[in-house]
């Protein structure tokens, strides 16, 4: 059977003017603006006018561990959302924007597949509306002023060893990860080490992502640490004035971006932090605009629940007050048989043994969310034409003696109308949810230490976290100066609930070895960087790239 391919599907789709997706939200035209027929932005004051409107709500959809069989989060948040609508709930979508880093490299885009997309998926995928181009033009400027400040004089003592803020681009470039510049003599700049991110890893991304309005973005700017003077006292971009002058670049990018699903569901597409790296969710604005315009709103945070999840419950929650009234948990059979120690070329054969030694993976999720969060959850098992009734059984039992229910899902395949189970299932658990007992995994007032161990156990596994000298000193420096009482935002790897990827299922036994702590105070939270995540990835033997083309009509090929 041949199966059209996801930009195919894109590209005959028939799209509604956005100005028609704008109305059936209600939403005036004094809060619209164009980019072109099928992407608009909306006015983040349009939350002014509807502060008194009750929210809708907020459905957040995670999954399993990620493998290279993949689970197709995005793909069931849309269709989800889809079908949300098919049963008649006013839905909309509050999803990341793709990163090009991905998008050229190994992961692909991030507009779902199949017949769960948003659309203009090429222009999703790609461009857009230039937020992320904006974001990297806004660090990059204060990352200018850093070094034309010390070349000027160094009035602020800035000390180059202990400057903190890297260069980015949204683009994976291994070379870039740790350079030497400033060479060529006294007129090309002080020569000193530096380092570029993935624009998608900066912490101009997380602010935008996580600001409430203009005023908080500047307050948030300010604060940015971007360095120590020989002392340790912490300089800022506040201490630079650069904050009124990088809101300038981002006060367009800080409005949400409006686009639709193939069955024209109203999506906000907006902020794109990777959940490995940063808090991997949308931005609270997009997120609090649809709760103000949709009865039911599905959002996703990004890889599995310990990390997507977990940041979107203790750091952005937090933050914006919110609280999901359910919780999608995303697992493929193929998946959970990887995990179980099947190898990549025989996932579509039935293999029982091998499901029920990678189940644990699945379980351990389930429990992050009902027990450690206390939040309602369904599973949605995202449905491949190989997957067995006896493997669909075996997930089934094991889900139901962990006390929630399974949803199918086959929205690749049928949209809107593959997912009216699984909205079913996500209304009951949203009505039912009367008095759900919340709770966040620590309190940010804790010590770094016992944050950092409370996730670590409560939500990896582990017996205990281990702490090299570095990361101890850098945790002394900020208990000494004061910006130890935030939230932290562990990086670690997506393929494991450890922080070796190698360790698949739910590993037992483990420690987590943090290598080094920085503070993002402008964005308000604690990076912790275990293993050996990286912030700025790097480019497969084959990237995606090498397949994408475009035809001399425009018409874009190879992209997925």
């Known amino acids: 059977m041949m199966y059209k391919t ?98 050229f490299g190994i992961k692909g885009g991030a507009a779902g597949g199949g017949y769960a997309q948003v659309v203009p998926m090429e222009d999703i995928n790609l461009h857009f509306t230039g937020d992320i181009h904006a974001i990297g033009a806004a660090n990059n400027l204060l990352a200018a002023m850093i070094d034309n400040h010390i070349h000027q004089g160094n009035q602020l003592g800035i000390d180059t060893r202990k400057i903190t803020w890297k260069r980015c681009m949204d683009m ?3 070379q870039l990860r740790s350079i030497v510049c400033g060479l060529g003599g006294r007129t090309n700049g002080v020569p000193r080490e530096d380092g570029f991110d993935i624009t998608v890893a900066s912490e101009v991304m997380a602010i935008l992502c996580l600001a409430k309005d203009m005023d908080d973005l500047k307050y948030r700017l300010k604060n940015i640490v971007i ?31 409006l686009v639709q699903t193939l069955e024209h569901t109203p999506a906000f597409v907006h902020g794109g932090p990777f959940a490995n790296i940063a808090h991997g969710c949308n931005s609270l604005m997009a997120t609090q605009v649809a709760l103000k315009l949709g009865d039911y709103v599905v959002t996703e945070a990004g890889f599995g629940a310990d990390l997507g999840a977990e940041k979107f419950l203790d750091i952005k929650c937090r933050a914006g007050g919110l609280k999901p009234s359910a919780v999608v948990i995303v697992a493929t059979v193929r998946a959970l048989k990887h995990h179980g120690g099947a190898p990549k070329d025989e996932l ?43 493997e669909i059984e075996i997930i089934e039992r094991a889900c139901h003696e962990y006390g929630v229910e399974v949803a199918l899902s086959d929205v690749w395949a049928n949209g809107g109308a593959g997912a009216i189970d699984l909205a079913k299932q996500v209304v009951r658990l949203a009505e039912e949810d009367k008095d759900s007992t919340f709770q966040y995994i620590y309190d940010a007032d804790e010590g770094i230490r016992q944050k950092i161990e409370k996730v670590a156990k409560e939500i990896y596994g582990a017996d205990g976290v281990e702490f090299t000298s570095s990361a ?11 910006l130890d009482k935030l939230p932290i ?36 939270f604690i990076v912790v960087l275990t293993g050996d995540i990286m912030t700025m990835p790097g480019l497969p033997k084959k990237p995606a790239a090498v397949s994408i083309d475009v035809d001399s009509s425009g018409r874009i090929y190879g992209l997925f």
Request: proline content about 6%; hydrophobic content about 35%; some cysteine.
């Open 348 to 390: 579509s054969k039935e293999n029982l043994e091998a499901l029920k030694q990678g189940l644990p993976n699945l379980l351990k999720h389930i429990e992050n969310i009902t027990v450690k969060f206390s939040l309602p959850a369904v599973v949605a098992i995202n449905k491949f034409p190989t997957d067995t009734d006896k």
């Open 227 to 257: 360095g120590y003077t020989r002392d340790d006292n912490p300089i800022t971009a506040g201490d630079l004035n650069a904050q009124g002058a990088m809101a300038a670049l981002l006060k367009d990018a800080l409005k949400p971006n």
């Open 489 to 524: 935002c562990i990086a670690k790897t997506q393929y494991s609930l450890s922080d070796d990827p190698k360790k698949l299922g739910w590993p037992k036994h483990f420690n987590i070895t943090v290598r080094n702590v920085k503070v993002s105070a402008g964005a308000g």
């Open 6 to 103: 996801d930009i195919e599907i894109a590209q005959n789709a028939k799209m509604k003017p956005i100005c028609d997706i704008a109305d059936t939200l209600g939403i005036d035209e004094k809060y619209i603006e164009m980019y072109g027929k099928y992407k608009a932005k909306v006015d983040y004051n349009i939350l002014k006018d509807m502060e008194d409107k009750p929210d809708g709500k907020l459905i957040l959809v995670t999954a399993i561990t990620p493998t290279p069989a993949g689970e197709g989060k995005t793909t069931t948040s849309i269709g989800l959302g889809d079908g949300l609508t098919k049963i008649g709930k006013k839905a909309v979508l509050a999803l990341r924007e793709p990163s090009l880093g991905p998008v």
């Open 172 to 174: 994976n470039d291994r």
């Open 472 to 482: 101890n000193r850098e945790i002394k420096k900020l208990e000494k100066i004061g």
